[in-house]
């Protein structure tokens, strides 16, 4: 668990070996070979969102595009659950027995001069990233601090601002922004309402990176809603 602006970032690592990793990849660049453009002002940015409602242990959603094939998630959202309870179980000491609820909302695959606007995920409570494929020179994510105080921490705290260790996350109060450069099978979990982005690619690469995105939402048990 890292912090960045006082907001917990939870890193875990996917077993590549644990779900159908290759097909997804396959897929994924399948698909970006037939659009390089399926995010509205992202760039080069080929994204498929795949839903917006909530289903418990989602298993998949068909593309509404009879050009591109179907991303089957069945195996990965397996994994997923499992490590989503783990992060419920170990970081949120929640005094009441719940539920979780996760959506799998899209995939990414772009390459070069892609990015994604700044962002976040509401009508949930964490955001997970997975990196499925991580080229050399991909673009990292970019986490936007939204403390008020942080455009100004360069004017008044000039010494300290340029003399801390920018490295490291603890110091990540004082700057606008922290980036970090995910590395493959990489899994990130983040409060939802957390704004982030992807910088422009600049480098060049033939492989594509390729990510999926989802959402998590602590609910009361079923029995107890009723």
């Known amino acids: 668990m890292t912090f960045l602006f006082g907001l917990p970032i939870y890193k875990d690592k996917i077993d590549p070996m644990s779900y159908d990793k290759e097909k997804i990849i396959k897929t994924a660049q399948y698909n970006y070979k037939l659009s390089k453009y399926r995010g509205s002002g992202y760039g080069e940015w080929?994204?498929?969102?795949?839903?917006?409602?909530?289903?418990?242990?989602?298993?998949?959603?068909?593309s509404?595009?009879?050009?591109?094939?179907?991303?089957?998630?069945?195996?990965?959202?397996?994994?997923?659950?499992?490590?989503?309870?783990?992060?419920?179980?170990?970081?949120?000491?929640?005094?009441?027995?719940?539920?979780?609820?996760?959506?799998?909302?899209n995939y990414t695959a772009n390459k070069q001069e892609a990015y994604m606007?700044?962002?976040?995920?509401p009508h949930s409570d964490f955001a997970f990233v997975h990196y499925v494929q991580v080229p050399s020179g991909s673009s990292p994510i970019r986490f936007i601090?939204?403390?008020?105080?942080?455009?100004?921490?360069?004017?008044?705290?000039?010494?300290?601002?340029n003399m801390i260790d920018v490295k490291n996350s603890d110091n990540s109060w004082l700057?606008?922004?922290y980036t970090i450069f995910p590395e493959e099978d990489d899994l990130f979990i983040f409060p939802a309402v957390l704004f982030h982005q992807v910088p422009v690619a600049k480098a060049k690469?033939?492989?594509c990176r390729i990510s999926i995105a989802g959402n998590l939402s602590i609910k009361k048990p079923r029995e107890a809603q009723r």
């Open 145 to 161: 601090n939204q403390n008020g105080f942080a455009p100004y921490i360069p004017a008044l705290s000039n010494d300290l601002y």
């Open 64 to 105: 509404v595009d009879k050009r591109f094939k179907n991303m089957n998630y069945t195996q990965v959202n397996a994994v997923y659950r499992e490590k989503l309870k783990k992060f419920c179980a170990g970081f949120l000491p929640l005094k009441k027995d719940y539920d979780i609820h996760f959506l799998i909302a």
């Open 175 to 177: 700057f606008g922004n």
């Open 205 to 207: 690469f033939k492989k």
């Open 117 to 121: 606007e700044s962002h976040n995920h």
């Open 46 to 62: 080929h994204h498929s969102f795949q839903g917006t409602g909530y289903e418990d242990w989602h298993e998949s959603h068909q």
